[in-house]
């Protein structure tokens, strides 16, 4: 059944993922379905509506507003003394989901799965562009969208038909099982460079946060691929930090895998993670571009772009 994509979430980090779909829609080899959950969802839903172009220019104009734009802090301690249900604003967030064109999102060939957490009964749920009430109702999607990207006790919870639904967290492996090819897009940062002791006390607690997530996701691929044997898992990641050595690293790593793996007879996961550290994109905040020095999300995309071309070619896709 041709390519599933998944975009996992990140916060910044998702602009890892822009790069890595210019590479697959350069090859023609547009997905079927895009499962996303928190980033992922802003990031599936442009791709879906527009494509991979447009996505990046998105994201190079929220690199021109700055982490603010969307993580804005100096509201924290009126949200604190009124006891809101959130720390921050979710003004920014707003200007990104009401952009989105949802005629064109529910109109498209591509299906779009937005995973979120139901709270009021601590359930996944699944919203697609291919639903029927959907499509008689697009704005149901569209809260779907910026409710997967609102991290709860970070941004307000989206009230759907009287229930409310925040960031799911994970994905749900079990509904691309047909697919012959699941790309899992991971955006953590490669695990030797993550510095903890410097990092302010919320950064700690989300660093902290994504370590519980990662063994989350660990114990969500595991499961599949034991509930699936005709699934063959490829974990391509490392601890890679020096950029001039990527590319020789990339191309070592792939070659292994396809030695190891008859590739022919079985189905494949492909769980990417990026080969590089960017140590400043973190979900919350990222280094402004300079006269002399690329930014953060431009690098992000032009170095998953770089992964992606290697990857895709050792891989055959």
């Known amino acids: 059944m041709g390519i599933a994509l998944v975009l996992h979430g990140g916060g910044f980090a998702g602009a890892k993922q822009v790069g890595f779909a210019k590479e697959l829609w350069a090859r023609g080899k547009i997905p079927s379905v895009i499962q996303v959950v ?26 021109r507003n700055g982490p603010s734009s969307i993580f804005n802090w100096k509201g924290m301690p009126f949200h604190l003394i009124s006891m809101s249900n959130a720390l921050l604003s979710d003004y920014g967030l707003n200007e990104l989901v009401k952009q989105l ?65 925040s ?21 953590e940062e490669p695990k030797a460079n993550k510095d903890l002791h410097s990092l302010p006390s919320y950064q700690r607690l989300f660093v902290g946060f994504n370590e519980i997530l990662d063994d989350l996701v660990e114990l969500k691929i595991d499961s599949f691929v034991d509930k699936h044997p005709e699934f063959k898992r490829i974990k391509i990641s490392s601890n890679l930090g020096i950029f001039d050595r990527i590319k020789k690293k990339l191309a070592d790593a792939a ?22 550290s960017l140590p400043t994109l973190r979900l919350d905040s990222f280094h402004l571009p300079t006269k002399t020095q690329e930014g953060d999300i431009g690098k992000a995309i032009r170095l998953s772009q770089e992964q992606a071309r290697q990857l895709l070619d050792q891989l055959e896709i």
């Open 101 to 165: 064109d949802m005629s064109k999102i529910v109109s498209s060939p591509i299906r779009l799965e937005v995973a979120v957490r139901n709270e009021t009964t601590n359930q996944l749920m699944f919203f697609s562009n291919h639903d029927l009430d959907i499509k008689e109702n697009p704005e149901i999607l569209r809260k779907a969208i910026k409710a997967s990207a609102s991290l709860p006790g970070i941004f307000p919870p989206v009230e759907i038909n009287g229930e409310y639904y």
């Open 167 to 187: 960031d799911a967290y994970c994905f749900d492996l079990e509904r691309l099982a047909k697919f012959e090819t699941i790309l899992l897009l991971m955006n």
């Open 38 to 63: 928190s980033v992922g969802a802003l990031n599936g839903a442009g791709l879906v509506e527009v494509g991979p172009e447009e996505v990046e220019r998105r994201w190079r104009l929220i690199e």
């Open 255 to 276: 070659s292994k895998i396809l030695e190891a793996l008859d590739l022919k007879d079985s189905r494949q996961l492909i769980v990417i993670s990026p080969e590089y």
